[in-house]
């Protein structure tokens, strides 16, 4: 157990500005391995929450399977979460979405279940710009399954079974840009301090916000000559420029450091200050994926945010729902009537 | 010669070639027929292909009300010639044969015991139209015009249809007025009209309506509170949820916005559709999706999931003929056993069975409050012949009073006032129904985690076998309580006493009513049971414990139905015999008729004159 909740509550525990404590967003015990870095991921969806200030109940989350779709149950223990089928989590939050657009979905993947079994529903969603945060907690290995190689594994990568993978890697991010996704970026377990305002940026577009974050299978994936692994990742890291999510609410407030030069203004008026980066343009598709394959053919591992489009138009925008949710419409807005059914039967005849 | 003399009681086959234009024109004759106060019954007998293979269209008109297929064809209207061979071949003895005689009949295809009808179809056109897609298109309406003629259809009714058909568009209610009266003045001076078969104005229709099942089923979702759907186009479904956008666009806009109060999901195949509904059931909104027997299998592993997770879904699955791609245009009942236990594991789903669009609209319509009651997927199964084909029905009612049955879900108030603890699966009310929640209900209280994993009362996660143990014994007792919310069975009792019976369902109805009736006339008594849900009622164990031998009927091979009811009901299976008819048109009165008597061993029933294929006892 890597992730183990204090039993009780400090008294002097600060609350955020909704009036929660960081526990609010906290969830049931990590059953995963000690060090497995699916832990650090859900630790840091517990801190963006909380800095947030999201109400907890009005997050879902849902995952397919795996060790990473596991995590749903150790954050956010005020939410509902769905712990689908393998695979398939874009449709069950495709479908959660569409009935309640007010809510906030978080879905949780992994790299099995998102580039493999459900290659085509990650990609279906992100075309769809689904507004959810997608989060797939990548280790280029089957966790649940006991270390088999995954297809975002690495040519050449080395697992604990000891055999190099032959076979070329799915880049996701690369996949969501080219797909269309609205907000995508990359992430590493171990680096909280890039992830964190990552996923508070992500959670604040409209849109779908896709995350890939490298999260060390300690059990199986870990080898000096895996390249999913802490050391390799560390080694090869480099980062986008830095970036500094400011929440609508502490705008007017807020003391930006300088150096920021480029501001983005997310849906909700909230915005992400960057530091002017010498080559990518978040704002452009095409940048994104030129630095993705740059620095892929140089051997590192490019980090950040990557790409953002403030001006999406979500799934329910472009299929002119009402504002309301629909599952809160009732037989008044729904059932059109005897008198509808009579003119109706009259046509048929 | 011999000639077919008939009233009101006869089969008609038009046969043409698809994307011809067709389709309208025989659209038209048969609404006349009804619009004459006639029932009528057409079907469409179509290929997987969008143009240039042979199609059919069938039309039955009895004014006795027979709306199955009687079997055999006593005009055949033939405008195609490469199944001409075909079409004059099925014609009964002493029937007609309409043709296009711009081209002499092959010599090898004469017959001498049927009535040659020629019509020079493509001369007048190409006398009349210079251009080619007009020919095509106006043959139709010429070959209708004869048969004004030539069967007697009231000229103004078929200007009343055009006039309806091209409202405000004066130009093309002319030309079609036009192509309908050269057929007709053709034929009133080539031929002595009327032929032996044709039609008298009837009052037998009475308030019915003409749809087809596939549009009944939608609007009976619209009327439902369905709100998210979810589908991946398959024949024979799509039209269900083309229908429901059809309707959707009409009854369900925000009058203020102009929004939509429902959102419709194209997804990228079968499992993603079910995925999106059983999203949606979880969330709290009605939805569903429609697809067939290939959709159906992909579905399966999904569809476990909402049944062991209890989350509500509907699904249409309009069955068609398989394995496989099968005859992906032709109507079959073969997704009965797949659909029961769909997914692995110990799975049963709740099906519901129409057999008319009346049925489709209200079992739609309740699918939606069922799915909600029993937190489980309900599946309602027609098939193509119902889905695609225009019935005749009785027309649709809604009663105003009518509220849906959202189960027992928990509103932020019960959950404030709750004292307990809030267990997901606590069985509170002895009837293996537990109370839910909705996502984002209440800040504190009633939130869960909903899993296809073993879970205790509570939904925490356990591999404790006695726990997992009492959750599916609870489930098994949902499914009890499931028996007592289905539709009844549909019983008809013989005239005279008998313990013998046969027992059909869904688009099999109007052909059993009807063999019925030959049976009887030839002296062979039997109740009859219509099957419309399962699990089963206690009315259908006590029916064939009533009885001491019953056939099923069954439009597939492997008599399905039967074998479920032999699985669930703990029957003899000596009991049942079976009649099964899969050859993937719909079955036949004559056809169930004699395989019936022969099984009973009755030998005074009139014998059918051909054995079809795919017909077997
Ligand atoms: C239909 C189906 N096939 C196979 C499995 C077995 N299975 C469970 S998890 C998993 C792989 C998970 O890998 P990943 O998504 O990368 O998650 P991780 O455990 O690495 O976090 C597989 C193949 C399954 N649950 N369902
Ligand atoms: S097996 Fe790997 S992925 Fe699974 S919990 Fe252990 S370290 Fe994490
Ligand atoms: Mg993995």
Redesign the pocket.
């Known amino acids: 157990m890597s992730y183990v909740r204090p039993a009780f509550r400090h008294p002097e525990s600060k609350t955020n500005a909704e009036g929660f404590t960081r526990q609010d967003y906290e969830g049931a015990l990590s059953t995963l391995c000690a060090g497995c870095g699916?832990d650090s991921v859900s630790s840091g969806i517990v801190d963006a929450c909380f800095e947030l200030g999201v109400w907890p109940h009005r997050v879902a989350k849902i995952s397919?399977?795996?060790?990473?779709?596991k995590t749903p149950t150790y954050f956010l223990g005020k939410s509902h979460g769905f712990n689908s089928?393998?695979?398939r989590m874009p449709s069950v939050a495709t479908g959660a979405n569409m009935a309640n657009g007010e809510m906030a979905y978080i879905g949780i993947?992994?790299?099995?279940?998102?580039a493999?079994?459900g290659l085509g529903q990650f990609g279906h969603v992100a075309r769809r710009n689904l507004n959810m945060v997608y989060i797939v907690?990548?280790?280029g290995?089957?966790?649940?399954?006991k270390g088999?190689d995954?297809a975002t594994t690495d040519v050449g990568s080395k697992s604990k079974k000891g055999d190099p993978n032959p076979f070329e890697a799915i880049d996701l991010c690369a996949m969501a840009l080219q797909l269309g996704a609205t907000f995508v970026a990359r992430s590493f377990s171990g680096d909280k301090e890039q992830l964190v305002p990552l996923i508070k940026a992500a959670m604040t577009h409209n849109g779908f916000a896709f995350i890939d974050v490298i999260?060390p299978?300690v059990t199986f994936n870990n080898t000096p000559a895996s390249s999913k692994g802490y050391e390799f990742v560390r080694d090869h890291i480099e980062a986008t420029g830095k970036m500094d999510f400011v929440p609508v609410r502490s705008e007017i407030t807020a003391n930006y450091e300088p150096g920021f030069t480029k501001e983005i203004t997310l849906h909700y008026g909230s915005v992400i200050h960057l530091y002017k980066d010498d080559k990518l343009d978040c704002t452009d598709r095409g940048s994104a994926m030129r630095a993705i394959q740059e620095h892929n053919d140089k051997g590192r591992i490019l980090t950040g945010l990557l790409y953002v489009d403030p001006d999406s138009k979500d799934f329910h925008k472009v299929q002119q729902t009402v504002k309301q949710p629909l599952r809160d419409l009732d037989e008044e807005d729904l059932c059109p009537g005897a008198r509808a059914l009579n003119a109706i039967n009259g046509s048929l005849r | 010669m011999k000639r077919i003399e008939s009233v009101n009681e006869f089969v008609i086959r038009f046969a043409n070639v698809n994307g011809t234009g067709s389709a309208s024109a025989n659209a038209m004759f048969a609404k006349s027929i009804f619009r004459m106060g006639i029932p009528v019954s057409p079907k469409n007998i179509f290929p997987s292909n969008i143009q240039g293979l042979p199609t059919w269209y069938e039309v039955r008109v009895s004014e006795k009300g027979y709306l199955g297929r009687r079997g055999g064809v006593d005009i055949a209207v033939s405008v195609n010639p490469q199944s001409m061979a075909q079409d004059i071949g099925d014609l009964n003895p002493g029937g007609y044969f309409i043709y296009d005689n711009t081209k002499p009949l092959d010599l090898r295809l004469h017959r001498d015991d049927v009535h040659l009808i020629g019509l020079p179809l493509t001369d007048i056109c190409r006398e009349e139209y210079t251009e080619s897609r007009q020919r095509q298109l106006f043959k139709n309406v010429i070959y209708v015009g004869a048969l004004a003629a030539l069967i007697d259809i009231e000229f103004s009714v078929l200007k009343e249809l055009v006039d309806e058909q091209f409202k405000g568009k004066e130009k093309l209610v002319a030309s079609n007025i036009h192509a309908l009266e050269l057929g007709y003045q053709y034929a009133l001076k080539n031929f002595e009209c009327p032929i032996g078969v044709r039609l008298e104005r009837r009052d037998a229709v009475g308030d019915k309506i003409i749809m087809e099942g596939n549009d009944a089923l939608a609007l009976g979702a619209v009327y439902g509170g369905a709100t998210v759907v979810a589908w991946y186009p398959l024949t024979p479904s799509t039209s269900v949820v083309e229908s429901f956008e059809k309707y959707a666009k009409r009854l369900r806009i925000d009058p203020g916005s102009g929004d939509r109060r429902y959102c419709v999901a194209q997804a990228e195949d079968e499992l993603a559709a079910i995925g999106m509904v059983i999203g949606a059931g979880w969330n709290g909104a009605r939805s569903f999706t429609a697809s067939s027997g290939p959709g159906l299998s992909l579905m399966a592993?999904f569809l476990g999931l909402a049944y062991f997770a209890e989350v509500p879904a509907v699904l249409f699955d309009i069955q068609r003929a398989g394995p496989s791609t099968g005859m992906p245009t032709r109507t079959q009942q073969s997704d009965i056993l797949a659909a029961a236990y769909a997914s692995h594991g110990d799975t049963k789903h709740v099906l519901l069975i129409p057999s008319d669009p009346k049925e489709c609209f209200e079992m739609s319509a309740d699918s939606f409050d069922l799915a909600d009651r029993l937190q489980t997927p309900v599946i309602v199964m027609s098939d193509l012949d119902l889905g695609m084909n225009d019935n005749m029905c009785d027309p649709l009612v809604w009663d105003e009073e009518r509220e849906y049955d959202r189960g027992k879900v928990l509103s932020k108030e019960e959950l404030e006032n709750m004292s307990e603890r809030y267990g997901r699966y606590l069985d509170v009310d002895g009837d293996g129904i537990c109370y839910r929640t909705l996502p984002g209900t209440h800040p504190d209280k009633g939130a869960f985690f909903t899993r296809g994993t073993s879970r205790n009362e509570y939904a925490v996660y356990t591999e404790f076998g006695e726990a997992y143990v009492r959750n599916m014994e609870r489930l098994a007792a949902k499914f009890e309580t499931a028996k007592t919310l289905m539709p009844k069975p549909e019983i008809r009792r013989a005239k005279k006493p008998t313990s013998d019976g046969i027992i059909y369902y869904g688009s099999s109805n109007s052909a059993s009513l009807e063999a019925l009736d030959m049976l009887e006339a030839d002296g062979l008594h039997l109740n009859a049971m219509r099957l419309r849900a399962f699990p089963f009622a206690q009315e259908v164990v006590d029916f064939i414990d009533q009885h001491e031998r019953i056939v099923v009927i069954d439009q597939n091979r492997d008599a399905q139905m039967r074998k479920l009811l032999i699985i669930e009901c703990e029957v003899d299976p000596k009991k049942l015999l079976s009649y099964t008819h899969y050859d993937g048109m719909p079955m036949t009165a004559l056809g169930a008729a004699s395989h019936i008597a022969k099984l009973f061993g009755s030998s005074n029933v009139t014998p059918l004159r051909k054995k079809k294929a795919g017909e077997k006892a």
């Open positions: 699916h397919g399977i795996g060790c990473s779709s089928v393998h695979g993947s992994g790299d099995g279940d998102s493999s079994i907690e990548n280790n290995c089957y966790g649940l399954t088999q995954s999260s299978c | 592993e």
